[in-house]
């Protein structure tokens, strides 16, 4: 059998889509909006508390176009705490203002195709712990979209020697280095946890910059040749303001 990487996983995340039913929104009188809204900021809350302490990390971004209207992508220990999550917004009064779009499962992913031969654990590493359990950066956008690397007879990621697939990455690395200080990537693996191979997760604070940074990426063989991808998302961040702003009438 070929030679599969080791990988090293921390967070599990889940990104949920949603619509805001404005009918809904609109047909409702002060009060159910008030109360809808108290529900959302408590939960907004409870999850900046969690990403305070530490122990997760939660974003909401508004989504450009008919895709979706909001995005909340949370990162937490387990996937229990996942679902836990997403039974309490559906419980929410808020909820029912709104429809599912989509969602992705998947987990914070490092492959070890660049490591070093060290002895050393990498969980020790506060540098690698900080990548596998991320603090969202809070970046004005977000881009996600859900990706494969091929698998037909001509070309198949999975069938490449080590060396070549390391090759590759090693070229597609240096690429994602030159985009330092200008957008910051999650990658999260989801192979027997959602429909695609890999959830890619992209902030920065200028939006050009992933249309230049995937743009780039095409040019470059892992992508080129490999890559193969799902729907692209992207928006800008909502805080409590803007959340606010959105859903005032
Ligand atoms: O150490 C290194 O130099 C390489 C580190 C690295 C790996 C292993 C890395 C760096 N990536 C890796 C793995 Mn990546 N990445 C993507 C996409 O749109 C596209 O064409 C592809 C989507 C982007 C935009 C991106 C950005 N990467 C992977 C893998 C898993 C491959 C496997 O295991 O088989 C995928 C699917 C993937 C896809 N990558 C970087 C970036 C950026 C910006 C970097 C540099 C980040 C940094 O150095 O901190």
Redesign the pocket.
Known sequence: MNEA?ATLEGWYALHDFRTIDWTAWKAADDEERAGALEDLNALLDEWNSVSEAGTGSTATYSIVGQKADFVMMHFRETLEDLNAIEVEFNKTTFARFTHKAYSYVSVVEL?S??AGNSDEDPMQNPHVVARLKPALPGSRYVCFYP?N?TRNLSDN?YMLPMEE?REM??S??LI??S??GK?K?I?TGSVGLDDWE?G?T?FSDDALQFKK??YE??FDEA?ARF?EFGAFYVGSLLNGEKIDEMLKL
Do not use: D, E, N
Request: proline fraction near 0%.
């Open positions: 990487v492959s195709y660049m990706m690397k990621w697939r990455i090693r597609h690395g994602g280095r985009y330092a957008v990537q990658i890999w890619v992209l940074l995937v990426m095409r992508s890559g």
